[in-house]
C-alpha cells in the first residue's frame, strides 16, 4: 500500500466530496462481494445500500464531525507551525554563528543598558516610598536669595512661626544634625543620626518596626537626653538584630540612652546621608538665647499635609508666612523665604535630570541596535531569497513567510533579551555601587517585576520592530527572485536605501550621544582643573568627634587635639598636621561680618565664610600666607581675639588697602568682642563647583566645635598612614573613633561622583553607539560593494582607476555620514537643553565638543568602509563579468 | 450462524474499531469485514454506525485518515491508529476485562 500526504486542511466542500468518496468505495466493495456471493449487480447494489443503515443521517453526521476536526487542526497547526518557525529560526542562526553572534551581542548590550538604566529609574523615580500616603509628606525649607539657595536650613524661631501660623499641614517637624559615638564592646563606632522633635515621624507616617516612635512631650529638656530610636540597618549590624533590644540602654557620646524603637527595613529618613541613629530635638535651650533663635539656622522640616491641600498651596502659604516674617524681622530675616517639595522630588532631587537623561541615552543605544540587526537581516534577506523563493513556491503564503521571518527575529530578539538581562542584573548591581553618593536611597534599586515585565515587553517590541521590516522587504518581490538568481539584480536598489537610511539614522543618534558625553567630559574635566585653592595630593583626611568628661572643658579639648597633632606629626613621613571645622571640600558655616569703626549698608550685615583651624592647618592644607602670620599656641582662650582673611575677604572689605591690625566682629551677637586681623590666606574653593569664598578664619584654640576634620600632609601614600593614626588616636582616648579616613583625593572623587557617573555611563553609551553604527556602516558597504561587483567590473574595464573606484565607495560611505552628522548635530543642539543642569563651564552648544564629534564620526565612518572600499579596488573586472 | 447477531453499544464499537485499527492501518470496509470474520459473525457493526465511529474518533484524534490506494488500485482512506489511540485502546480494554468478569462471576454458577 502507497500513502499519499497527511490530509491538508479542507474546506466543507471537500470535506463532503471526500465523505462520497470513502463511502462509493464501500458500496462498491460490499456491492462486489455479494455479487461474488452470488447476486445479481443491481440486487447487490440495493442491499448494500439497505443493509448499510440511515445513510443521510450517517452523512450529515460524519459531516459534523469532519468539520469539528478540521477547526481542532488549524489550531494545532498554528500552533505546530509555531514550532517548526522557532525550530527553523534556530536552525537558521546555528548555521550562521558569526551573526548570530553579532546580533545577540548588540542586543545584549541595547537591551543590558535598557534594563540597569530602567531599574534605577523605577527604583527611584517611580517606586513607591517608605512613607504612609507618601503624597501627602511635604520637605520644607528655608529659601535664601542672596545665594539663590532654595533648600536651606530653618532657624527655631523661623520654624516655630511658620509652623504654628499655617494651617495646609496637619503636622510638621523638625529635624537636625545628630548622631554620636556608640561604644559597645569592641572599638567605637560613629554613628550617623538626626535630632528629631515628637512630630516629624508621624508627619512621615512611619511607625517603628519594634517597639514604638516618639511621642508627645519626648522633645523635652525632662526626657530628651535620655531616649534613642535605631535604624533597621544599625540595629542589624552594630546590634546583631537583638530582637529584646527596645529598654535596653546603649552608651551613645557618652550618655546612656534607652532604645525606644527599631524603625522599618525599608525606612530612609528623606535627607541626604544616611541616618542610624534618631534621637529627641529639644529647641528651648537654644530658643532662651534671643540673639540666636533667627540667625542660627540649623533645622530641616518635614510636614503632612491635610487632605485635599496641595503641595503648591502648602508652599504658597509658608512663602507668604515667611515674607511677614522678613519684614518683621529685617535684621535676621532679610532675603529669606521659604520652600517647600513633595517628598519624592525632595528625594529624587538633582538626580532626576541625570537620571533621565541616562534613560534617553540608553534608549537612543537600544534604537541603534535594532537598527543595526535591521540592517543585518535586510542583508541576509538578500542572500535567503532563494530559499524563501523556494518555500513560497513550495505553497507557502506570504503571511506565512512573513510570520516565519518575524518569529526568527523574536527568537533572536528572546536571545538577546535573556543575555541583556543578565547584564542588567550584573550592571543595576555595578551602578548602585559605584553610585551610592548620588542616588539617594540606593537599597531600593533591583531588578524587580515590573522592570522584568518592562524588559519583556522592549525585548518584543525590538524583534517585532527590527523583524517586520526586513521580512516586509524580503516578501515583496519573491516571485521574481526564482527567476533572477543572478547576485547584481536590480532588486535590491529599494532595500539597499532602507539600509542607508538606517544607517544615517544610526549615525545620527551615535553623534547624539558623542555630543552628551563629550559635553559631560568637558564639564568634570573643567571641574578637576578647578583651582582649589590648596592641595589635593598626599594629604589624609579624617574627623574626630570628643564626647565625654575629659572634653567637657575647652582646655580639655585644647589638650587632647595638642598631644594628637604631636604624635602624628611625629610619625615617620608626616610633613604637616592641621585640624578645621569642615573641610573645605565639604562646605562650610558662615557668620555675618562687621567692621569697626565701619557702619555697614543696608539692614543686614554681609556674610563670610566661617572657619576655626589648628595652628598648622595652612601649612598641611598648602594654603599660602600672603601678609601677616599664622595662628599659634599663645592665641589661646583668654588671648586676645585673632582672625585671619582670605584674600577675596580682604580684596571685598578693603579694597587696594591692607585689614593687617584692622578689627572684625564675627556673627550676630553685638557683645561678643571685637578680632584683630592678623593675617591674610589664599582664597579656598567651598565644594568642588563652588566659587571661591570671603572666608574668616579663627583660632580653634579660641573657638572649640568639639569635633574636628584633620588632614595630614605626608611624604608618601597617605592611606599607608591611617593605621597609625588609629593607633595613636587609641593611646590617648580608645572611646574615640576615627571616621572617614580617606585621602583628600578620594574626597575630592567622591565629591565628584553624581557628576563622573553619568558621564561614565553616557561615554560608554556613546562609545557604544558608535562601535555599533560603525558596524553598520561597514555592513552596508560590504553589502554594497558585493552587490555592485559586475558594475564596477564594468566600470575598471571601461578604463576607470582603482583611485576612482576606492573614491566612489568611500564617497558613498562619507554621504551617509554627513547625512547622519547633520541630523545628529542637528538634534544634539536641540536637546541640548536637558544637560543644562549636569553641565558645568560649558554651554550645551559648545563648538569644540561638536567639531571634535563631527571629526570623530567621519574618521570612524572612513575607517570603516577601508576594507569594503579595499575590497571594491581589488575586483577583478573579468571575473566579475564572467561570474553568474 | 446458529444464534442472531448481537446489537453493539456505541462505546463497544468504539473499542472494537480501536483494537481492530491495531493490527494494521485499513479503510473503512476492512475494518468491517475484519470484525465480522473475527468474530465469526456473532458481532456486525452495522455500517452506519461504524462509518459514525469512524469519523467520531478521527475528530477525538485517536484515529488519523490518510488517502491510500487499496488492494484494487481504487483510491481509499485509510484510518490508523494515533498513540492517544493507543493509550486509550489500552484503557478501554483493561476496563472490558475487568466488566466481563464481574459480570461472569454473577453469571458462572448456572
Redesign the interface.
Given at each position: 500500500m502507497r500513502r499519499f500526504l497527511r490530509l491538508p486542511r479542507r474546506s466543507s466542500s471537500r470535506l463532503r466530496a471526500d465523505l462520497d468518496e470513502e463511502l462509493r468505495f464501500y458500496f462498491d466493495m460490499r456491492a462486489r462481494e455479494l455479487v461474488e456471493s452470488g447476486m445479481a449487480e443491481p440486487d447487490a447494489r440495493r442491499e448494500a445500500v439497505r443493509e448499510f443503515g440511515d445513510l443521510e443521517y450517517t452523512k450529515r453526521y460524519c459531516l459534523a464531525e469532519d468539520a469539528m476536526s478540521t477547526r481542532d487542526d488549524r489550531h494545532t497547526d498554528l500552533l505546530a507551525e509555531l514550532r517548526q518557525d522557532v525550530a527553523h529560526s534556530w536552525r537558521t542562526l546555528r548555521r550562521s554563528p558569526a551573526f548570530a553572534a553579532v546580533a545577540l551581542i548588540t542586543l545584549a548590550l541595547g537591551i543590558g543598558a535598557n534594563t540597569a538604566i530602567f531599574s534605577v529609574v523605577n527604583g527611584l523615580l517611580l517606586r513607591d516610598l517608605p512613607y504612609r500616603d507618601a503624597d501627602g509628606v511635604v520637605r520644607i525649607w528655608g529659601a535664601y536669595a542672596n545665594t539663590k539657595r532654595d533648600r536651606g536650613q530653618l532657624s527655631p524661631a523661623d520654624f516655630l512661626d511658620l509652623r504654628d501660623g499655617q494651617r495646609s499641614f496637619s503636622t510638621i517637624g523638625a529635624f537636625a544634625f545628630g548622631g554620636g559615638t556608640y561604644l559597645g564592646e569592641g572599638d567605637p563606632v560613629r554613628l550617623a543620626g538626626l535630632r528629631v522633635d515628637a512630630n516629624v515621624f508621624s508627619a512621615l507616617g512611619v511607625s517603628a518596626a519594634i517597639g514604638r516612635t516618639f511621642v508627645a512631650g519626648e522633645d523635652s529638656t525632662a526626657v530628651a537626653p535620655t531616649l534613642v530610636i535605631l535604624s533597621h540597618g544599625v540595629w542589624r549590624r552594630v546590634f546583631g538584630g537583638d530582637s529584646s533590644i527596645v529598654g535596653k540602654s546603649i552608651s551613645l557620646s557618652g550618655r546612656m540612652r534607652t532604645v525606644i524603637g527599631v524603625l522599618p527595613p525599608a525606612f530612609f529618613f528623606p535627607t541626604a546621608g544616611e541616618a542610624e541613629v534618631f534621637t529627641p530635638l529639644d529647641l528651648t535651650p537654644i530658643l532662651r538665647d534671643a540673639n540666636r533663635t533667627r540667625k542660627y539656622h540649623f533645622l530641616g522640616a518635614v510636614g503632612r499635609l491635610r487632605p485635599g491641600v496641595s503641595v503648591e498651596q502648602g508652599r504658597t502659604e509658608l512663602v507668604s508666612i515667611a515674607r511677614r516674617l522678613e519684614r518683621d524681622y529685617p535684621e535676621s530675616n532679610a532675603g529669606i523665604t521659604a520652600n517647600a517639595l513633595g517628598v519624592r522630588d525632595a528625594v529624587v532631587g538633582d538626580t532626576r535630570p541625570a537620571l533621565l537623561v541616562l534613560l534617553g541615552a540608553s534608549l537612543l543605544v537600544l534604537l541603534i541596535a535594532c537598527a543595526n540587526v535591521a540592517g543585518m537581516l535586510l542583508s541576509r534577506a538578500v542572500s535567503r531569497r532563494q530559499e524563501l523563493a523556494v518555500r513560497s513556491a513550495l505553497g507557502a503564503g506570504r503571511a506565512r513567510l512573513v510570520r516565519q521571518m518575524l518569529t526568527e527575529s523574536l527568537v533572536l530578539a528572546s536571545a538577546g533579551g535573556l543575555i541583556g538581562m543578565g547584564l542588567a542584573v550584573w550592571g543595576t548591581r555595578a551602578l548602585v555601587a559605584s553610585a551610592d553618593t548620588m542616588l539617594p536611597a540606593a537599597s531600593q534599586v533591583a531588578v524587580d517585576g515590573t522592570v522584568l515585565a518592562t524588559v519583556v515587553l522592549v525585548t518584543l517590541v525590538c524583534g517585532v520592530v527590527f523583524g517586520l521590516v526586513p521580512s516586509l522587504a524580503a516578501s515583496r518581490g519573491m516571485h521574481t527572485a526564482l527567476k533572477d538568481a543572478s547576485r547584481g539584480s536590480s532588486g535590491g536598489v529599494g532595500r539597499h536605501r532602507l539600509r542607508t537610511a538606517l544607517v544615517t539614522g544610526q549615525l545620527a543618534l551615535a553623534a547624539m550621544l558623542l555630543v552628551g558625553a563629550g559635553l559631560l567630559v568637558r564639564s568634570l574635566s573643567r571641574l578637576q582643573q578647578n583651582d582649589l585653592g590648596y592641595t589635593i595630593d598626599a594629604v589624609l583626611t579624617f574627623e574626630l568627634s570628643l564626647a565625654g568628661e575629659r572634653y567637657a572643658t575647652p582646655e580639655g579639648q585644647d589638650r587632647f587635639y595638642d598631644e594628637l597633632t604631636g604624635r602624628l606629626a611625629a610619625l615617620p613621613g608626616v610633613v604637616a598636621v592641621g585640624a578645621s571645622g569642615n573641610l573645605p571640600m565639604r562646605g562650610g558655616a558662615s557668620a555675618s561680618f562687621a567692621i569697626e569703626g565701619k557702619p555697614h549698608v543696608g539692614d543686614k550685615l554681609p556674610e563670610v565664610g566661617y572657619q576655626p583651624v589648628s595652628d598648622d592647618w595652612f601649612k598641611a592644607m598648602g594654603v599660602p600666607l600672603t601678609r601677616g602670620r599664622a595662628f599659634g599656641p599663645s592665641d589661646a582662650l583668654g588671648a586676645p581675639g585673632v582672625v585671619i582673611l582670605s584674600e577675596s575677604a580682604a580684596r571685598q572689605f578693603w579694597p587696594g588697602g591692607d585689614p593687617v591690625g584692622a578689627r572684625v566682629r564675627l556673627g550676630p551677637n553685638p557683645d561678643i568682642p571685637w578680632l584683630t586681623v592678623v593675617g591674610v590666606v589664599g582664597d579656598v574653593r567651598m565644594g568642588v563647583a563652588g566659587d571661591p569664598r570671603p572666608t574668616a578664619y579663627v583660632s580653634a584654640r579660641q573657638d572649640h566645635w568639639g569635633g574636628m576634620a584633620f588632614v595630614v600632609r605626608t611624604s608618601g601614600d597617605p592611606m599607608a598612614l591611617l593605621p597609625a593614626v588609629r593607633r595613636e588616636v587609641r593611646a590617648i582616648d580608645r572611646t574615640l573613633p576615627v571616621s572617614d579616613g580617606r585621602s583628600m583625593r578620594d574626597v575630592q572623587a567622591m565629591q565628584l561622583t553624581d557628576r563622573r557617573l553619568p558621564m561614565q555611563l553616557m561615554t560608554a553609551f556613546a562609545l557604544l553607539a558608535l562601535v555599533l553604527a560603525a558596524v553598520g556602516v561597514y555592513g552596508v558597504m560590504a553589502h554594497s560593494v558585493a552587490a555592485r561587483t559586475r558594475e564596477i567590473g564594468v566600470r575598471v574595464a571601461l578604463g576607470a582607476q582603482p583611485g576612482n573606484v576606492f573614491g566612489m565607495v568611500v564617497r558613498q560611505a562619507l554621504l551617509a555620514a554627513v547625512a547622519g552628522l547633520t541630523i545628529g548635530l542637528a538634534g544634539a543642539a536641540a536637546l541640548g537643553k536637558v544637560l543644562t543642569t549636569l553641565l558645568y563651564g560649558v554651554t550645551p552648544t559648545d563648538v569644540a565638543t561638536f567639531a571634535g564629534v563631527a571629526a570623530l564620526l567621519v574618521a570612524v565612518v572612513l575607517i570603516a568602509c577601508l576594507v569594503p572600499a579595499r575590497r571594491a579596488v581589488r575586483i577583478d573586472p573579468l571575473q566579475a563579468l564572467r561570474s553568474d | 450462524m446458529t444464534k442472531p447477531p448481537i446489537d453493539l453499544l456505541q462505546g463497544t464499537v468504539d473499542v472494537l474499531i480501536l483494537r481492530t485499527l491495531a493490527w494494521e492501518?485499513m479503510?473503512?470496509?476492512a475494518v468491517s469485514?475484519f470484525i465480522r470474520q473475527r468474530t465469526d459473525g456473532v458481532l456486525t457493526i452495522?455500517?452506519?454506525?461504524l462509518?459514525?465511529a469512524?469519523?467520531?474518533l478521527?475528530?477525538k484524534?485517536w484515529i488519523?485518515?490518510?488517502?491510500?490506494?487499496?488492494e484494487n488500485n481504487?483510491?481509499?482512506?485509510?484510518y490508523s491508529l494515533t498513540t492517544e489511540g493507543r493509550k486509550q485502546l489500552r484503557a478501554e480494554a483493561a476496563t472490558w476485562k475487568t466488566y466481563a468478569e464481574a459480570v461472569f462471576k454473577v453469571l458462572e454458577p448456572v
Open positions: - | 492501518p479503510h473503512g470496509y469485514r452495522e455500517s452506519a454506525a462509518y459514525q469512524l469519523h467520531r478521527e475528530r484524534k488519523q485518515a490518510e488517502w491510500g490506494l487499496s481504487r483510491r481509499a482512506k485509510y
